[in-house]
């Protein structure tokens, strides 16, 4: 070619490459793309256009066909920083985020203060789950180029993920005080502020995400979880509704939603937000099990079962759930997978996993050790101490102790009938006595009994954990009486605040919580010996007599029940339980099977529950050669009735390792002997307690072989069962199980001594 050719071809390409770079810069990428392709005809060499050919198919997200551009250039020129940089670019787009990283690694090299190749190394890095290394690269980015508000932000998504959310919230305040108007670093500044339980300063921040960014429905969806953290719970829906208007099929607002609706027990409506959210994703898991739990809200376990079942069969080691799954399977007396389940939840348990609620467990061993475990596990997982309220500072002593009871139970519940008296005849000159209720609002006889006995009777319902501690703080609690533990409903995150200096689990819960925040447990030395100190995260406090308080104002009706009307056999002997059904083990039912064959005229008188279990437990009869017929259920009825119809059962047989609690002592103030097989737990000693202060110790067996063989006895026996009633008669009113004045003397010496050790600043 000649010396005039080649200028004139030389100049005929700079004057494409011009006008291809301009259309380009207008944005007119295809027509720019048609110059570069010309330009490449011309001069198969030409590096910038293969360089920008490359640029624009990243642009117009043709990624696959920019990494060959990009490839090409490279080729002809490879120590050309910006292209390494855009294909890595591409190549991230791609999913390649190896060969993304070494290409950034390369142009780092050709340019080593290149903060941008740094930014998106990290960003390929994070893709990759690798996030030290991905921290190192925004640090190294933001050395370069200190005020970068992306690589802050990048550099805060990757702390929150290694968990060092203070850390992250500081790199998302740098980004937004040089990037005010950044709504996505708002948005995951409140995420970060989520994690550290700061939630009203959370609210703060997605508000401003919102206001600068209307439409960005993740801060709509962050600000209702916040809102429902604080319990604000119809302003969470409100939030909701925003971003389902803004996106329709967004399951995870679908979820949490329903997650509101259930909270105010709005059921069928939380019901229909979790299947619209299935519909959209069937296998969003979060939305199957919260279908559950509200389904177990309306006693429809069959339905809840299905959608637990097919929670674990997509994530076996979902938390807690295998757990619950057994627990209400124990419900309805479905057993058909009892042993190999529970088998599992041990092992799992054992091994520090996060296999049950520790409410669940109580009822499938009777190891204390493993319950201590358990609670240890859920506690921290789920209610670990927070110090964000700082310490409580020590007030001069006070004239009276202010103490504070915390309950979901202040209602017609077991909790309640065991406890009113108590509340009625607490020492006015020595103490003030402050309710704190989140349970449910519901108006019956006993609300007023014990609005009446409490100096403040405060609903905290819709109060978060914080704010009830806070205000436990503001009007001076100094002894914090858990009633609840960790039950059903249960609150242990108002005491990770540290309500109150000194903080009790009393009579909710049967055994340890686990929680290096409550000091101490009530007990006796019946329930807790000595060789089972260790077992327990509190200090026990050993009352003289039994730890469970008892109200003789319970009214026992005079209504006379026939055994006609009770659907008993007019000759027959009795024998009942009034467990709760999940107390009731496949081990325990086999014995009464045994018993009940023994004695031949005899039958099993249980509480009616739901519809499944007692075809289950008749069945269950069936297999063990006893007729379904000697099976007999009784409805609920009011408690004074209830007391009643003890008198038609002539034994009631305990269950365990869960005993029977209030419906022991329901028993035993009703004048009905009850039978235990003590442990070594707190749940299967509890029943023994009561019959050791009501000094009937011939009542407490320790082997499985002793229960029936005494049951049998007693059965066959009428003189001795008969003595055995004497007894208890004569003792129901002298002996200290019912002697309420004489407990509460004894709890309120604990109380003092408590006290007095925290002002003493001697060790619990």
Same mark, same amino acid.
């Given at each position: 070619?000649?010396?005039?050719? $080649?200028?004139?071809?030389? /100049?005929?390409?700079?004057?494409?490459?011009?006008?291809?770079?301009?259309?380009?810069?207008?944005?007119?990428?295809?027509?720019?793309? /048609? /110059?570069?392709?010309?330009?490449?005809?011309?001069?198969?060499?030409?590096?910038?256009?293969?360089?920008?050919?490359?640029?624009?198919?990243?642009?117009?997200? +043709?990624?696959?066909?920019?990494?060959?551009?990009?490839?090409?250039?490279?080729?002809?020129?490879?120590?050309?920083?910006?292209?390494?940089?855009?294909?890595?670019?591409?190549?991230?787009?791609?999913?390649?985020?190896?060969?993304?990283?070494?290409?950034?690694?390369?142009?780092?090299?050709?340019?080593?203060?290149?903060?941008?190749?740094?930014?998106?190394?990290?960003?390929?890095?994070?893709?990759?789950?690798?996030?030290?290394?991905?921290?190192?690269?925004?640090?190294?980015?933001?050395?370069?180029?200190?005020?970068?508000?992306?690589?802050?932000?990048?550099?805060?998504?990757?702390?929150?993920?290694?968990?060092?959310?203070?850390?992250?919230?500081?790199?998302?305040?740098?980004? *937004?005080?040089?990037?005010?108007?950044?709504?996505?670093?708002?948005?995951?500044?409140?995420?970060?502020?989520?994690?550290?339980?700061?939630?009203?300063?959370?609210?703060?921040?997605?508000?401003?995400?919102?206001?600068?960014?209307?439409?960005?429905?993740?801060?709509?969806?962050?600000?209702?979880?916040?809102?429902?953290?604080?319990?604000?719970?119809?302003?969470?829906?409100?939030?909701?509704?925003?971003?389902?208007?803004?996106?329709?099929?967004?399951?995870?607002?679908?979820?949490?939603?329903?997650?509101?609706? $259930?909270?105010?027990?709005?059921?069928?409506?939380?019901?229909?937000?979790?299947?619209?959210? *299935?519909?959209?994703?069937?296998?969003?898991?979060?939305?199957?099990?919260?279908?559950?739990?509200?389904?177990?809200?309306?006693?429809?376990?069959?339905?809840?079962?299905?959608?637990?079942?097919?929670?674990?069969?997509? #994530?076996?080691?979902?938390?807690?759930?295998?757990?619950?799954?057994?627990?209400?399977?124990?419900?309805?007396?479905?057993?058909?997978?009892?042993?190999?389940?529970?088998?599992?939840?041990?092992?799992?348990?054992?091994?520090?996993?996060?296999?049950?609620?520790?409410?669940?467990?109580?009822?499938?061993?009777?190891?204390?050790?493993?319950? !201590?475990?358990?609670?240890?596990?859920?506690?921290?997982?789920?209610?670990?101490?927070?110090?964000?309220?700082?310490?409580?500072? #020590?007030?001069?002593?006070?004239?009276?102790?202010?103490?504070?009871?915390?309950?979901?139970?202040?209602?017609?519940?077991?909790?309640?009938?065991?406890?009113?008296?108590?509340?009625?005849?607490?020492?006015?000159? +020595?103490?003030?006595?402050?309710?704190?209720?989140?349970?449910?609002?519901?108006?019956?006889?006993?609300?007023?009994?014990?609005?009446?006995?409490?100096?403040?009777?405060?609903?905290?319902?819709?109060?978060?954990?914080?704010?009830?501690?806070?205000?436990?703080?503001?009007?001076?609690?100094?002894?914090?009486?858990?009633?609840?533990?960790?039950?059903?409903?249960?609150?242990?995150?108002?005491?990770?605040?540290?309500?109150?200096?000194?903080?009790?689990?009393?009579?909710?819960?049967?055994?340890?919580?686990?929680?290096?925040?409550?000091?101490?447990?009530?007990?006796?030395?019946?329930?807790?010996?000595?060789?089972?100190?260790?077992?327990?995260?509190?200090?026990?406090?050993?009352?003289?007599?039994?730890?469970?308080?008892?109200?003789?104002?319970?009214?026992?009706?005079?209504? +006379?029940?026939?055994?006609?009307?009770?659907?008993?056999?007019?000759?027959?002997?009795?024998?009942?339980?009034?467990?709760?059904?999940?107390?009731?083990?496949?081990?325990?039912?086999?014995?009464?099977?045994?018993?009940?064959?023994?004695?031949?005229?005899?039958?099993?008188?249980?509480?009616?529950?739901?519809?499944?279990?007692?075809?289950?437990?008749?069945?269950?009869?069936?297999?063990?050669? /006893?007729?379904?017929? !000697?099976?007999?259920?009784?409805?609920?009825?009011?408690?004074?009735?209830?007391?009643?119809?003890?008198?038609?059962?002539?034994?009631?047989?305990?269950?365990?390792?869960?005993?029977?609690?209030?419906?022991?002592?329901?028993?035993?103030?009703?004048?009905?002997?009850?039978?235990?097989?003590?442990?070594?737990?707190?749940?299967?000693?509890?029943?023994?307690?009561? $019959?050791?202060?009501?000094?009937?110790?011939?009542?407490?067996?320790?082997?499985?072989?002793?229960?029936?063989?005494?049951?049998?006895?007693?059965?066959?026996?009428?003189?001795?069962?008969?003595?055995?009633?004497?007894? $208890?008669?004569?003792?129901?009113?002298?002996?200290?199980?019912?002697?309420?004045?004489?407990?509460?003397?004894?709890?309120?010496?604990?109380?003092?001594?408590?006290?007095? !050790?925290?002002?003493?600043?001697?060790?619990?």
């Amino acid at each position: 070619m000649k010396l005039t050719q $080649l200028k004139q071809q030389k /100049v005929q390409v700079a004057y494409l490459f011009q006008k291809g770079l301009a259309l380009h810069q207008q944005n007119k990428l295809q027509e720019a793309k /048609v /110059v570069y392709e010309k330009i490449l005809k011309i001069h198969p060499d030409h590096f910038d256009s293969y360089a920008l050919l490359g640029l624009l198919s990243g642009q117009t997200k +043709q990624f696959t066909q920019a990494v060959d551009f990009l490839s090409k250039a490279l080729q002809i020129n490879p120590n050309h920083a910006e292209t390494c940089f855009n294909k890595g670019l591409a190549l991230k787009q791609l999913n390649r985020f190896d060969e993304s990283i070494a290409i950034y690694d390369k142009a780092i090299t050709l340019k080593p203060d290149y903060a941008e190749a740094y930014f998106s190394r990290g960003n390929a890095l994070q893709e990759t789950k690798r996030f030290e290394e991905a921290l190192a690269s925004y640090d190294h980015a933001i050395s370069i180029k200190q005020d970068y508000p992306d690589a802050l932000y990048n550099r805060g998504i990757v702390l929150k993920e290694l968990n060092r959310f203070e850390e992250a919230l500081s790199s998302y305040k740098k980004s *937004i005080s040089i990037k005010p108007l950044f709504a996505e670093a708002l948005n995951n500044q409140g995420l970060v502020l989520h994690e550290l339980r700061r939630f009203e300063e959370a609210l703060s921040s997605f508000d401003k995400a919102i206001e600068i960014s209307p439409y960005l429905v993740e801060a709509y969806y962050n600000f209702g979880n916040a809102l429902l953290e604080l319990k604000r719970y119809d302003e969470a829906i409100v939030m909701y509704n925003k971003a389902i208007r803004i996106k329709p099929d967004y399951t995870e607002v679908l979820s949490n939603y329903g997650n509101a609706l $259930l909270e105010l027990r709005r059921y069928e409506e939380a019901i229909a937000s979790y299947k619209k959210a *299935i519909r959209i994703k069937p296998d969003f898991i979060d939305a199957h099990y919260n279908l559950g739990n509200a389904l177990i809200k309306l006693k429809r376990y069959d339905e809840a079962l299905k959608s637990y079942r097919k929670v674990l069969e997509v #994530k076996p080691d979902y938390k807690f759930l295998i757990g619950l799954l057994q627990y209400f399977e124990m419900v309805i007396c479905d057993w058909e997978n009892f042993e190999k389940q529970k088998n599992l939840i041990l092992q799992k348990t054992h091994a520090k996993e996060k296999a049950s609620e520790p409410f669940n467990i109580i009822t499938l061993t009777d190891a204390p050790s493993t319950h !201590r475990v358990c609670s240890e596990i859920w506690c921290q997982e789920i209610f670990p101490s927070n110090i964000s309220l700082g310490p409580i500072y #020590k007030s001069p002593r006070k004239k009276k102790i202010i103490l504070g009871y915390y309950s979901a139970d202040f209602r017609n519940h077991a909790i309640s009938f065991l406890i009113a008296e108590l509340f009625e005849i607490h020492d006015g000159e +020595q103490f003030e006595l402050i309710a704190f209720s989140f349970g449910p609002d519901v108006k019956d006889e006993m609300l007023p009994r014990l609005s009446k006995a409490f100096d403040q009777f405060i609903d905290v319902r819709n109060k978060s954990n914080q704010e009830v501690a806070i205000l436990s703080r503001k009007v001076g609690i100094d002894i914090a009486i858990d009633l609840v533990g960790l039950t059903g409903d249960c609150r242990p995150g108002i005491f990770s605040f540290r309500a109150a200096p000194i903080q009790v689990n009393y009579l909710g819960y049967p055994g340890t919580m686990g929680a290096n925040f409550i000091d101490y447990i009530i007990a006796d030395h019946t329930l807790i010996p000595d060789k089972s100190q260790e077992f327990y995260a509190e200090k026990i406090i050993y009352l003289p007599n039994t730890y469970q308080v008892n109200d003789r104002k319970k009214i026992i009706s005079d209504k +006379q029940f026939s055994r006609t009307e009770l659907g008993l056999p007019e000759d027959s002997f009795v024998f009942c339980c009034f467990n709760n059904n999940h107390k009731i083990l496949p081990t325990t039912f086999i014995g009464w099977m045994r018993i009940l064959k023994t004695v031949k005229s005899s039958v099993m008188l249980l509480l009616e529950d739901n519809s499944w279990s007692e075809v289950n437990l008749k069945r269950e009869a069936e297999k063990q050669g /006893v007729e379904a017929s !000697r099976l007999i259920f009784v409805k609920r009825t009011s408690l004074t009735e209830h007391l009643a119809r003890h008198r038609q059962a002539d034994l009631f047989l305990d269950t365990f390792p869960y005993n029977a609690h209030t419906t022991a002592s329901d028993a035993l103030w009703a004048g009905l002997p009850l039978l235990t097989l003590m442990g070594e737990s707190f749940a299967s000693r509890v029943a023994a307690s009561l $019959l050791t202060a009501i000094d009937l110790p011939e009542l407490i067996t320790t082997t499985q072989e002793d229960y029936e063989s005494l049951a049998i006895e007693l059965a066959t026996n009428p003189a001795k069962l008969k003595a055995i009633k004497t007894k $208890l008669e004569s003792n129901r009113l002298t002996a200290p199980l019912f002697d309420t004045p004489r407990f509460t003397k004894h709890l309120e010496e604990a109380y003092i001594s408590m006290y007095e !050790r925290y002002h003493a600043d001697l060790p619990l």
